[in-house]
């Protein structure tokens, strides 16, 4: 839950100027969120799948 609110937030820092229509900022902030719900597991499990085997490997190698 985190990382997509962080992502939302800092986009929408980001396009939160005059120049951006309100449409077109929200549509950015959505898709950044939708895109960072998907990426997030992915890291996770790459975190995951790496990390903990080079732990357990210092731990118990």
Do not use: E, H
């Amino acid at each position: 839950i985190g990382v997509p609110v962080w992502a939302g937030r800092k986009i929408f820092k980001k396009f939160n100027k005059p120049q951006y229509s309100r449409a077109k900022r929200n549509l950015l902030v959505a898709l950044g969120i939708i895109g960072s719900v998907i990426a997030s597991p992915i890291i996770a499990a790459l975190a995951i799948g790496i990390g903990v085997p080079i732990l357990l490997a210092y731990v118990y190698g």
